[in-house]
């Protein structure tokens, strides 16, 4: 069964600073891979995903995470953190279940920007 | 412009009554999903569903139920409320084919006194 694992529920940095959240997935088959973002007290959007096409995703926000299949990884990053990106980001892929598609979510990641 | 939408956002309830929180999408989505969102846990997934009359159980399913009559609807009852289901609840939709790609809710808090 499809399975991601999110290294690290807490990840500070200073505003101006490389972000880095990592995701690692399990999968027998090609994956569909997704970034998730949420707002306090808001429901989840999509940063990106990954559909077998450019390893290389750009997303939203300056946003971007590379597959690497060797490596079964699918890290977020962002050059320079702003204060507005505080937020908790989750991974996801996606699963088959007999024949229908649902997501399978990481426990999240936290990502607190200080001045 | 499509959207999900859920109701109440907020509630208050004792223990041991019947709660229902609605769901509704205009996406027109086949698949509609509820998860529970807990400190440390992540997102959850209780009950999903793959088109009208369908449903299924997710991973924490115990005293939750769906029903599903129509596309547009996927509304969550928990028959006999307990503290431990004291939880943000989030309904998401999504298109039968494509990416999986999920539409979420802006989520309901649910405190069980």
């Known amino acids: 069964a499809q399975s991601v694992t999110q290294l690290g529920s807490h990840v500070s940095v200073s505003e101006g600073a490389l972000v880095l959240l990592r995701c690692n997935y399990s999968?027998?088959?090609?994956?569909?891979l997704f970034w998730y973002v949420q707002y306090p007290n808001q429901g989840l959007q999509l940063l990106l995903k990954y559909t077998s096409a450019a390893t290389l995703v750009k997303g939203i926000n300056g946003f971007e995470a590379e597959f690497k299949k060797s490596e079964t990884s699918f890290h977020l990053t962002k050059p320079s953190a702003h204060m507005s990106d505080a937020a908790e980001y989750f991974c996801a892929v996606k699963t088959q279940d007999t024949g229908f598609q649902k997501l399978v979510f990481g426990t999240g990641t936290r990502l607190l920007v200080s001045p | 412009d499509a959207e999900i939408t859920q109701s109440p956002r907020h509630k208050i309830t004792e223990t041991g009554r019947q709660v229902t929180l609605a769901c509704h999408q205009t996406?027109?989505?086949?698949?509609m999903f509820w998860y529970r969102q807990d400190l440390g846990h992540g997102l959850r997934l209780i009950h999903y569903?793959?088109?009208?009359?369908?449903?299924n159980k997710g991973e924490v399913s115990d005293g939750y139920s769906v029903s599903r009559s129509n596309t547009e609807d996927l509304p969550l009852t928990l028959e006999s409320a307990a503290s431990s289901q004291t939880s943000v609840y989030f309904c998401a939709s999504s298109a039968t084919a494509g990416t999986g790609e999920l539409f979420f809710g802006e989520g309901s808090r649910l405190t069980v006194l």
């Open positions: 996406w027109n989505h086949n698949n």
């Open positions: 569903s793959y088109g009208v009359h369908d449903t």
């Open positions: 999968s027998s088959v090609p994956p569909y």
